[in-house]
C-alpha cells in the first residue's frame, strides 16, 4: 500500500471531492468528510516524510505507461525539491475544515479538489501530467472565488482566471516545442523530466520557450510585474481559499521554476538570472511598500504574501546551494506564517465582520492566546531568529550577497521593510485602547487553539531545529546545482556566454 | 586539552524557560483569576539567580587554565548546514565572553528583584517577568554565542524583547510607537549585521564560521572586504548601541518601564555594539581605517547626546542620553583599538548607570509617576537611600575619582591620546566636563533645594526593601568597580585587561609616567568645571528658565526627530500610497492593459469582414478555395 502512497494522496481528496458533489450530503456531513480525508492525507504525509531518507534521488516512484505513442506516462516521485512543497499541500488542510462556521458542500468538494490537484503537480515527474493536474488546480479556485467570495468576486476571478490561463497556453505551447525538439534530437518521444534533462536547446525557440515556461510560472508565483491579479484575487477570496493560495498554489509557480526551467533551461536561465532576480527583489520591495498603504488587513497581507514571494523566486534565480536551499525551505515556512496569518484573519473577519485595520484595536487585551499565536505567525513572517522564517530569509540573503553585492543588499532590505507595515498593523489592531466593536472579543475557542496550536510549533521548532529538514532537502539542492553548473560549463566552452554560475563551492 | 562543557547551555536555557512558563501561565490565566504576584516574583529570579551561579562557575574553571588556554566550548546541536556553511547552536566562554556573562547575569538578577517591587500591583505583572526573562536568555545567547549567527540569534531576541517592554504599557499609542521605532531601527542596523555576516561568510567562512575558525583564517580575508565587513557590522552595533545616525530610538524608549531601562537600555542590551566589536577585535584590529570610522562615529555620538543631555527635564531622557553618550565613549575606545578599556567602561557603566536609572525609578515610584525635574526638588530629606546611593552614581557617572567611572572613562581617554588620536581625546575632555555638568544638574534639582511641586514632596516616601537594597549593592559597585583594573600609576596592575588579553588583540602602547598624569589631570579638571558650573546653575534652588536660542534648538536636540520624520518616515508612507493608489492600479499592470486593447482592437478589426451578406461570404470561399486549389497543385507536383 506505501508504495502507492502518493497516488492515494492525490486521488482520494479528488474522488472524494467528486463524490461531494454527485451525492446528497448535508453541509456538515461534508465538512466532516472532509477533515476526515485530509486527515488521512495528513499521516500519509508524515510517514512519508519520516521515511525520506534525503538521498537527493527521487523517492516513493510509481511509474505507469499512459499514452504510448508520445511517450507520455503516469508518473509520480518525491525528492528534495518537492518534498516540503509536498509537506506544505498535505499536512496544512485539516486546518480549513476545523475553523471557520460551515460553508457549503460545494466549497468543500472544490477545496478537495485543489488539494488533490495540488498534490499530484507536486508529484508528477512527467511534463505533461504536470500540466494536466495544473490545469485542474485552477478550475476548483475559479468556482471558490466566484461563487463563495467577496463582495468584487467577480472582477478577481476574471482576472484570475485569464491570468492563469494564458499563463497556462504560453507553457502548452513550450511543452510541445520541448517534446517535438526531444523527438528530432533523440527520435522517440518522452516528457519525463529526468530525459528531457539532456535536451540541447540553443536559439532563439530556445529562448522564447523558456520565456514561455518562466511567465507561465511568474504568474502563478506571482512575480513582479505579473502579480496584479493577486491583491484582488487574495482579497476576494474566502480566508480558506485564500490560505490554500498562498501557502500551496504560489509555491507550486516556485516549485515549476526549480523542477522545470532549472534543468532544461539552465543556459537560457543563467543568461537571464540578473533580470529575473532584480524582478524578484523590486516585487519584494513594491510590494512590500504598498502593504503599508493598506486599510484591509488582507489586502495588506497579500501584498506581504508577494513581497515574501518575490524573495522567495530570488532564491532561485541566485543559482548556488545555500539560495536554492533557503528557498526551499522558505516554501514551507512561508506557508506556515504568512498562510496561518491569512487563516487569522478570516477568525477576526468572522467574529468582528470586518477587516478593516481602523476598527481593531486593544485585542491583545481581549483575547491572550490568539494575540500571543498571531504575534508568533507575524514574527515568523518578519524573519526573527528561533522562528521558521528567520533560516530560510539569511540563507537566501547570504547566497544573494554571492550572486551580485548589490541584490544581495536590495534583498536584505525586506528585513525592514516587512517590519514596518506588520508592527504597525499589530499596533493598531492589538494594542492601543479597545474599541466598541472589539470589547467583546472572543478569544481561540478549545477547537480553535487545537487546530493552531501545532502549527504554530512547527513555527518554532522549525526554526530552532532546521537542521532535519534541511538535511532532506539539502542534498538535491546540491545536484541540482552541481549539474546547473556542469552544463553552463559545458556551454560557456562552447559559446562565452556571461553566465553567472557559482562554480567555487567543491561540494 | 579538552575544553568541551556541558553546562554552558544551560546558563542561557534557564530564564528561556522561566520565559516559557511564566508566559504560559500568565496567559491561561490572566483572565480569570491572575496568580499571586510573589509567586511570578519568585519563579522569574529563579532562572537570573541559577544563571549567575553557573556564570561564577564558569569563571572559576577559566581561570584555573593557563591564560593561552582560557576557553571553554559548547556545541549542542547542528543548527543548519547548507554547502560549505556549517553553523552549530554553539556557545562559547572566554574570558571576554565570561566578564560580560557575570555582570549580565548579576545586574540582571538585581533588576528582577528590584522589578518585583516596582512592578507590583500591574495588571501585566506575570508578562512583565516572562518579557524581562526571556530578555535575559536571549542577551546571554548573544554573550555566549560561539559564533556571528548565534550572536545574531540573541541579538534579535533582545531587540525583540526590547520592543515588547517599551510598548509594555501598550494601551499608549505613543508607548507603542517608540516600541516600533526602537525595532525598525534596530533592524537597520540587523540589514548591516547579515550583509556583514554574509560578505564575511564567503571571505573565509567555508572552514568554519565560529570566531575561534574565523579568527585562525583573518588572514586569508582580501583587505578591501575586510574593511567593508568591519563597517558593515558596525552598522549593526550603531543600531542596537544608538550611535550616529541611529541613537534616535534610544531616548524614546525611555517610555517602557524603569526596571527595562536600567536593565535593556542602560546595562545591557545597548552595549551589545560595543562587545561585538571587541567581539570582532581579531578582524577590527587589522585595519584601523575602519577603526578610526568607529572612534570617530562614537565620540561624536558622545558630544551631540551630551549636548541633548544638558538642555532636557525628563529624568529618564537626561539618563537615556547620557547612555547614549557614555556608549559613545566606549566606541571611541574599541575604535582606538583599546578593546579592554572599551569592555571596563562597559562593565563600570552597567553598574553606576543601571544605579542611577533604579534610582531615578524610586524618585519616580516615591512622586506617583513624575519624571519632569523641574517638578521636583529638596528630595534628599524625603528619601535617603535614593539620594546616597544615587549621589554614588552620579560621581561614577562624572568620572569623579575614585569611583568606578572615573577609571574607566579616564583608560579610553588615555588610550585615544596615547595612539595620537588627539582630536578624539579633545572631544573626550569636553564631553567629561558637560556630562559632569548635566549629571549634577539633575542631582541638584531633583534632591537638593527646596521642594517646587509641594504637594507631591508630601507624598513621597522611600520605596520598600525590595527595591532599596539592589540600588544600595549597586552603590557599593559603582564606587569599588574601578578598583578592578586599576592602572600602574596608581598601584594597580590592570587586572581586567590582563584577563581579557586572550580574547582581544591589542597593544598597550608605553608612554611617560608625566603623560599619564597630565592626561589624568586634565579629566579632573573637566570634572570639576563642570560640577562647579551645575552648582552655580542648580545647586541652590533655581527656577525653570525659559529655553531660547540655543538650549531650546538642544532641548529640541537638533530637531532631528522631526527632520527624520520628514526625509524617511513620511515619503515612506507617501510612496506606498502612491504604489497602492496610483501605480498599481493604473501603470504597473500595463502590459496587461496593453494585451486587452489589442485583443479588443483585433476583435474590431476582424469585424470589418464580418459585413451579413451572403454574396461576400460566398467571395471569400471562392477566394479561400481557390488558394487551397494551388497550395495543393504546388505542393503535390
Redesign the interface.
Known amino acids: 500500500m506505501f508504495e502507492y502512497a502518493l497516488s492515494v494522496m492525490i486521488f482520494l481528496p479528488i474522488l472524494a471531492g467528486l463524490t461531494l458533489f454527485l451525492f446528497p450530503f448535508s453541509d456538515s456531513a461534508s465538512r466532516i468528510s472532509g477533515f476526515i480525508v485530509s486527515i488521512v492525507v495528513l499521516f500519509l504525509g508524515i510517514e512519508l516524510f519520516l521515511g525520506f531518507s534525503g538521498s537527493g534521488a527521487m523517492e516513493y516512484a510509481e511509474s505507469k505507461a499512459w499514452i504510448e505513442s508520445l511517450g507520455i506516462r503516469y508518473s509520480l516521485g518525491v525528492d528534495g525539491i518537492s518534498l516540503l512543497v509536498l509537506m506544505a499541500g498535505a499536512i496544512l488542510f485539516p486546518m480549513v475544515f476545523t475553523i471557520f462556521s460551515t460553508r457549503s458542500k460545494g466549497f468543500y468538494a472544490n477545496l478537495l479538489i485543489t488539494q488533490g490537484a495540488m498534490i499530484g503537480a507536486i508529484c508528477a515527474t512527467d511534463m505533461v501530467l504536470f500540466y494536466i493536474f495544473w490545469e485542474i488546480m485552477l478550475l476548483p479556485i475559479f468556482f471558490m472565488i466566484g461563487i463563495y467570495g467577496g463582495p468584487n468576486r467577480l472582477p478577481a476571478t476574471v482576472k484570475i482566471t485569464l491570468y492563469t490561463i494564458s499563463g497556462s497556453l504560453l507553457m502548452l505551447a513550450g511543452l510541445v516545442y520541448i517534446g517535438v525538439s526531444y523527438h528530432e534530437q533523440f527520435g522517440r518521444w518522452t516528457f519525463d523530466i529526468v530525459e528531457l534533462s539532456n535536451l540541447k536547446l540553443s536559439g532563439g525557440f530556445a529562448v522564447l520557450a523558456f520565456f514561455m515556461f518562466m511567465i507561465a510560472f511568474a504568474i502563478k508565483i506571482p512575480l513582479f510585474p505579473f502579480h496584479t491579479w493577486l491583491p484582488d484575487a487574495y482579497t476576494e477570496a474566502p480566508s480558506s481559499t485564500t490560505f490554500v493560495l498562498s501557502a500551496i498554489m504560489a509555491k507550486i509557480g516556485v516549485y515549476g521554476v526549480i523542477r522545470f526551467i532549472v534543468p532544461i533551461f539552465a543556459i537560457e536561465l543563467a543568461r537571464f538570472a540578473i533580470l529575473l532576480a532584480f524582478a524578484g527583489v523590486i516585487g519584494m520591495m513594491y510590494c512590500g511598500l504598498a502593504a503599508i498603504a493598506q486599510k484591509d488587513m488582507k489586502r495588506m497581507l497579500a501584498f506581504s504574501s508577494a513581497s515574501h514571494m518575490g524573495i522567495i523566486a530570488l532564491g532561485v534565480f541566485c543559482m548556488n546551494v545555500q539560495a536554492l536551499t533557503g528557498c526551499l525551505f522558505q516554501i514551507a515556512a512561508h506557508a506556515t506564517s504568512t498562510g496561518v496569518l491569512f487563516l487569522f484573519i478570516g477568525l477576526m473577519e468572522e467574529r468582528m465582520q470586518t477587516r478593516n485595520i481602523a476598527d481593531f484595536g486593544g485585542i491583545a487585551y481581549r483575547a491572550p492566546i490568539f494575540a500571543t499565536f498571531f504575534a508568533i505567525a507575524m514574527l515568523a513572517s518578519v524573519g526573527l531568529p528561533g522562528t521558521s522564517g528567520f533560516i530560510g530569509e539569511f540563507l537566501i540573503i547570504l547566497g544573494a550577497i554571492k550572486f551580485s553585492g548589490f541584490i544581495g543588499f536590495l534583498a536584505g532590505t525586506s528585513l525592514i521593510i516587512g517590519v514596518c507595515y506588520m508592527l504597525w498593523m499589530f499596533q493598531r489592531v492589538f494594542f492601543e485602547k479597545s474599541g466598541e466593536g472589539t470589547e467583546k472579543f472572543q478569544d481561540l475557542s478549545l477547537s480553535e487553539a487545537l487546530t493552531f496550536l501545532p502549527v504554530i510549533l512547527l513555527i518554532l521548532a522549525m526554526g530552532i531545529f532546521p537542521q532535519p529538514f534541511i538535511k532532506k532537502i539539502e542534498p538535491t539542492a546540491q545536484l541540482h546545482i552541481a549539474e546547473m553548473t556542469m552544463m553552463a560549463q559545458k556551454q560557456l566552452a562552447d559559446t562565452r556566454l556571461p553566465i553567472v554560475v557559482d562554480t567555487h563551492q567543491k561540494n | 586539552m579538552e575544553h568541551t562543557v556541558t553546562y554552558l547551555g544551560f546558563i542561557p536555557l534557564l530564564p528561556l524557560l522561566g520565559a516559557v512558563v511564566i508566559?504560559l501561565l500568565?496567559?491561561?490565566t490572566?483572565?480569570k483569576t491572575p496568580l499571586p504576584e510573589l509567586f511570578y516574583g519568585a519563579l522569574a529570579c529563579i532562572g537570573p539567580v541559577l544563571s549567575f551561579f553557573l556564570a561564577l562557575v564558569v569563571f572559576f574553571q577559566l581561570k584555573g587554565l593557563p591564560a593561552e588556554d582560557r576557553f571553554l566550548t559548547h556545541n549542542v546541536?547542528?543548527?543548519?548546514?547548507?554547502?560549505?556553511?556549517h553553523v552549530d547552536m554553539g556557545f562559547l566562554a572566554d574570558p571576554l565572553s565570561s566578564l560580560m556573562l557575570l555582570f549580565v547575569t548579576f545586574i540582571g538578577s538585581l533588576i528582577h528583584i528590584y522589578s518585583v517591587g516596582y512592578m507590583a500591583g500591574d495588571e501585566n505583572f506575570g508578562k512583565f517577568f516572562s518579557y524581562l526573562n526571556l530578555f535575559l536568555g536571549s542577551m546571554l545567547i548573544l554573550v555566549l554565542g560561539s559564533g556571528p549567527?548565534v550572536m545574531?540569534?540573541g541579538w534579535?531576541?533582545v531587540g525583540?524583547c526590547s520592543?515588547l517592554l517599551i510598548?509594555f504599557y501598550?494601551?499608549d499609542?505613543d508607548n507603542?510607537?517608540a516600541?516600533?521605532k526602537a525595532?525598525?531601527v534596530n533592524?537597520?542596523g540587523?540589514?548591516g549585521f547579515?550583509?556583514g555576516?554574509?560578505?564575511l561568510?564567503?571571505a573565509i567562512g567555508?572552514s568554519g564560521f565560529d570566531y575561534l575558525s574565523l579568527k585562525a583564517n583573518v588572514a586569508g580575508i582580501p583587505p578591501g572586504v575586510g574593511v567593508a565587513v568591519c563597517l558593515l557590522l558596525f552598522v549593526g552595533a550603531c543600531g542596537k548601541s544608538a550611535q550616529i545616525p541611529l541613537y534616535v530610538w534610544l531616548p524614546d524608549a525611555m517610555a517602557g518601564p524603569t526596571p527595562v531601562s536600567a536593565l535593556i537600555h542602560a546595562a545591557t542590551m545597548v552595549t551589545a555594539g560595543v562587545y561585538m566589536v571587541a567581539r570582532f577585535s581579531f578582524l577590527y584590529a587589522h585595519y584601523p581605517v575602519a577603526g578610526s570610522v568607529v572612534a570617530w562615529v562614537g565620540i561624536l555620538t558622545a558630544l551631540l547626546a551630551a549636548i541633548f543631555g544638558m538642555f532636557q527635564k525628563d529624568i529618564k531622557k537626561i539618563l537615556a542620553y547620557s547612555t547614549v553618550s557614555q556608549l559613545g565613549y566606549m566606541f571611541a575606545g574599541v575604535g582606538v583599538a583599546a578593546y579592554s578599556a572599551g569592555i571596563f567602561h562597559v562593565f563600570t557603566h552597567a553598574f553606576f548607570k543601571a544605579l542611577l536609572f533604579l534610582g531615578a525609578g524610586s524618585v519616580i515610584y516615591a512622586l506617583h509617576h513624575e519624571q519632569d525635574i523641574w517638578k521636583m526638588g529638596g528630595l534628599k530629606e524625603k528619601l535617603p537611600k535614593t539620594y546616597m546611593t544615587m549621589l554614588v552614581g552620579a560621581f561614577a557617572l562624572a568620572g569623579c575619582p575614585p569611583f568606578a567611572g572615573f577609571f574607566s572613562k579616564d583608560e579610553i581617554l588615555f588610550s585615544a591620546l596615547a595612539t595620537g588620536h588627539t582630536g578624539i581625546w579633545l572631544i573626550g575632555v569636553l564631553v567629561a566636563g558637560m556630562t559632569a555638568y548635566y549629571t549634577f544638574r539633575m542631582i541638584f534639582l531633583v534632591f537638593h533645594g527646596t521642594p517646587r511641586v509641594q504637594e507631591s514632596f508630601d507624598h513621597a516616601h522611600e520605596p520598600p526593601a525590595v527595591m532599596t537594597v539592589p540600588l544600595i549593592i549597586l552603590a557599593v559597585g559603582a564606587l569599588f568597580a574601578g578598583f578592578l583594573n586599576l592602572p600602574g600609576i596608581f598601584g594597580g596592575n590592570l587586572n581586567v585587561s590582563h584577563w581579557l588579553a586572550p580574547s582581544l588583540l591589542e597593544h598597550h602602547p608605553h608612554v611617560s609616567v608625566w603623560f599619564e598624569l597630565l592626561a589624568i589631570a586634565t579629566s579632573v579638571a573637566a570634572f570639576a568645571i563642570g560640577i562647579t558650573l551645575a552648582y552655580k546653575k542648580f545647586g541652590q534652588g533655581a527656577t525653570e528658565p525659559e529655553f531660547t536660542g540655543f538650549a531650546k534648538f538642544g532641548y529640541h536636540k537638533f530637531y532631528v526627530d522631526e527632520i527624520y520624520n520628514a526625509v524617511f518616515v513620511q515619503p515612506?508612507?507617501a510612496?506606498?500610497?502612491v504604489?497602492?493608489?496610483f501605480?498599481?492600479p493604473n501603470v504597473?499592470?500595463l502590459?496587461?492593459k496593453l494585451?486587452t486593447w489589442l485583443y479588443q482592437k483585433a476583435g474590431t478589426a476582424f469585424k470589418v469582414f464580418q459585413v451579413g451578406y451572403v454574396r461576400i461570404y460566398a467571395i471569400y470561399m471562392v477566394i479561400g478555395l481557390s488558394l487551397m486549389s494551388l497550395f495543393l497543385s504546388q505542393t503535390i507536383k
Open positions: 508566559g500568565h496567559m491561561f490572566c483572565k546541536f547542528t543548527w543548519f548546514a547548507v554547502g560549505d556553511l549567527v545574531f540569534v534579535e531576541g525583540l520592543y510598548s501598550s494601551k499609542t507603542v510607537l516600541g516600533n525595532f525598525i533592524r537597520i540587523d540589514l547579515v550583509l555576516m554574509s560578505v561568510f564567503w567555508a515612506y508612507k510612496f506606498g500610497s504604489i497602492s493608489r501605480l498599481e504597473t499592470d502590459h496587461i494585451s
